[in-house]
RNA sequence: GCUGUUAUAGCUCAGCAGGCAGAGCACUUCCUUGGUAAGGAAGAGGUCAGCAGUUCGAAUCUGCUUAACAGCUCCA
């Protein structure tokens, strides 16, 4: 017998093998109508799974992230036996359930696209109809090599396996793959489901081996939350800051410059108060700023590594038939800074902040709104110091961070990326590197993943990621210990011994790049951004051409406050002007008509309706400067 | 770069299956002078992404090029 104890408080013994399905019809019988598998010590597991020993077991639906990822891992299946039944010839790779929904990646013939679809969703809804049971088996390695001879991306994945390794697999009806599983019980549960996309994707991820079909698909166990989930996406869609930089007239990116983003005007107030505040805070930190050129001798970039390990993502040019390469990064300029003139160890640590304008050929298709580009500027800075210094920094670095995701109502996650397959350098420097970043991150009490081989080419790094709308992640701030470009460019400070010492450097970035940072801003504030960054703070809504004197005196009022102000004089019904202040988020709305022009006042109407009321003039300055100053988040 | 999809007015889109290019919003002018999300009328605006081809005739069919979107690879 075995001893299980459930969440819920309750327990009972069993008989060594019971499954899952059967220990919860006993301990937690209300929950099993909507039970898709359990989990033990961290682990889970589909309702077919024998428990073998004493455990404490949770019951999993599909509220919890592991219950969707056996519901959609079966959905895949699904998918797959449909698509078999219609394309024989198909031959399966890998069909995971991911953070929303699930893909199968097939080789075939066949070119699928959206036409498609709705024949393999028919077939599809045929099976789910059925029912059919899924039966959970192993074999040995000679068996299934046997059972998945047609299937050569199986067979690989098999032969790729070690020898003592246990080969499962799950049968339903006509369908048999080999899969580690978890999954349902049976094919009845997946209600309601829709292929959202097909796509290319490299058999393993790489590039080198042969392109596979990858259809993508969503299921959820009934109509109501799939037809919420395509609500959501249509949200996601409407705070895309691609659509959001046109309808702000913010920047856009023009077929002449595919990756060259324009700023506009309000787009440009967006970015300068960024940059303002960037500075502010940086003067606080003790940094120095510098500005290095964008185009640079190519000798330069040999030197730096950059030429042996970057070159096909860099932009050349010819002055006086010399070759010259544009920057793809900031670093070696500032090692030129650094190496101006002597550097006592009383100077360091010294921290030179630059905002740096780089130009990578990023592919074609990799080109994104905002978030990636060909060119950007980096909110960079070299840090050199001795080694004692090194933990400080980096802590101090940390909590810069902090401030500013904090600063925005970000949530972000943190990696910490190790040495790269083509990189410059001794293992015992990375190990030595890696260490001291890991070693920080520790003592930061971060929750933070390793990403392994993901460093850059001089060095392993820290990484901040922030979501978009869509939950994609995208990496902004950086921390990078290089212990190689000082080493390149000879970069020495004289010791309190009178020797010479090779500094430590640290790169680093906090928006990662100002472009990335303002789309991200974009879609996490959905346009209405805090009041110290809108381009305009405040509209002036003359109610008809009679008080037109009165705004105009409002206006200029504010104009001396330094608040951004504009009046809408047009000759159109305040109700219209209201509606189109509020289409273009602007945050204040300050409405004059015959009341407020006798009393000297102005009738404030919020974006958000949270604030308002009838104010004087100078109160009204008054309030917009605090929330101004707090860069309050409403 | 690769796979799939797409490209019609500043924006959002219609144009069924080849036969004289359309709507709403925005823009200009006129009328209207209004109290917290759209007052009315008229006007202007397009080499249907570009280049070839098929056809009596191409926005529509075919090919190539360019760009965008989703994903892969890659990256801040």
């Known amino acids: 017998m075995m001893h299980i104890k459930l ?38 597991f589909g309702l077919h799974h024998p428990v073998r020993e004493d455990a404490e077991l949770a019951i999993l639906s599909f509220e919890d992230k592991e219950g969707k990822a056996i519901f959609w891992h079966t959905s895949s299946h699904i998918m797959a036996q449909a698509i078999q039944h219609l394309y024989p010839k198909a031959k399966f790779a890998i069909g995971p359930a991911i953070e929303a929904g699930f893909y199968y990646d097939i080789d075939m013939e066949d070119t699928l696209n959206p036409d498609s679809f709705a024949a393999i969703e028919a077939e599809m809804k045929k099976i789910v109809a059925a029912n059919i049971p899924l039966e959970r088996f192993s074999l040995s390695r000679s068996e299934a090599l046997e059972l998945v001879k047609d299937q050569p991306y199986k067979v690989e994945m098999i032969n790729d396996l070690p020898e003592e390794e246990k080969l499962t697999f799950y049968r ?27 796509t290319g994707a490299y058999w393993r991820g790489d590039a080198k081996n042969r392109m596979l079909q990858r259809v993508y698909g969503i299921s959820f166990p009934n109509e109501e939350m799939l037809t919420a989930h395509f609500e959501m996406l249509e949200e996601a869609k409407r705070r895309d800051h691609r659509k959001l930089g046109r309808e702000l007239d913010l920047f856009d990116i023009f077929d002449e410059g595919p990756g060259f983003p324009f700023f506009f005007p309000n787009g440009m107030v967006l970015r300068n108060q960024l940059e303002n505040f960037w500075r502010e805070e940086h003067r606080k930190a003790g940094y120095q700023e510098i500005k290095t050129p964008i185009i640079l001798r190519r000798e330069l970039w040999e030197n730096s590594g950059h030429w042996d390990h970057y070159r096909d993502n860099m932009y050349m040019t010819q002055i006086d038939n010399e070759n010259f390469a544009v920057k793809p990064m900031n670093c070696p300029g500032g090692m030129l800074v650094f190496k101006r003139r002597p550097t006592s160890y009383k100077d360091l640590p010294i921290r030179a902040g630059e905002l740096g304008l780089v130009h990578r050929h990023e592919l074609s298709g990799a080109l994104h709104g905002l978030m990636r580009v060909r060119n950007f500027t980096q909110d960079d800075a070299h840090l050199f110091m001795a080694e004692e210094h090194v933990q400080k920094e980096i802590l101090d670095l940390i909590e810069l961070e902090k401030k500013f995701y904090k600063l925005f109502g970000f949530e972000f996650a943190v990696e910490l990326s190790t040495r790269p397959e083509n990189s410059m350098g001794t293992d015992e420097q990375w190990e030595m590197a890696t260490s001291m970043l ?144 509020q289409l273009k988020k602007i945050p204040y709305m300050l409405v004059v008509g015959d009341k407020e022009a006798e009393a000297g006042t102005v009738s404030v109407r919020a974006r958000n309706e949270a604030r308002g009321g009838v104010k004087d003039i100078a109160a009204c300055i008054a309030d917009l400067e605090k929330e101004i100053a707090d860069k309050d988040l409403f």
């Open 438 to 581: 890991q070693k920080a991150l520790e003592a930061s009490g971060l929750p933070y993943k390793i990403n392994p081989g993901d460093g850059a080419f001089y060095g392993p790094k820290i990484d901040f990621h922030l979501k978009d709308s869509l939950g994609r992640t995208w990496q902004c701030g950086t921390i990078q210990l290089d212990m190689q470009m000082p080493e390149r460019f000879e970069l020495e400070y004289t010791g309190a011994d009178g020797e010479k010492h090779r500094p430590i450097m640290l790169h680093r970035t906090i928006f990662g790049s100002i472009e990335r940072f303002i789309g991200i801003l974009t879609e996490h504030f959905a346009g209405a951004f805090p009041l110290w960054l809108c381009p305009v703070q405040a509209m002036v809504i003359p109610i008809s051409d009679a008080h037109r004197d009165y705004a105009k005196k409002v206006e200029e009022e504010l104009q001396k406050a330094g608040i951004r102000v504009e009046a809408d004089y047009r000759n159109e019904k305040m109700n219209a002007k209201i509606r189109d202040a």
């Open 7 to 44: 969440a819920n408080g309750r327990k009972a013994d069993f008989e060594v093998g019971a499954n899952i399905e059967e220990i919860g019809k006993v301990l937690a019988p209300e929950q099993m109508a909507n039970a898709l598998g359990g989990k033990i010590a961290g682990e889970y």
């Open 172 to 198: 339903q009806g006509d369908y048999t793959d080999f899969c580690a599983g978890p999954h349902l019980l049976s094919t009845g549960p997946v209600k309601a489901f829709k292929l959202t996309a097909v």
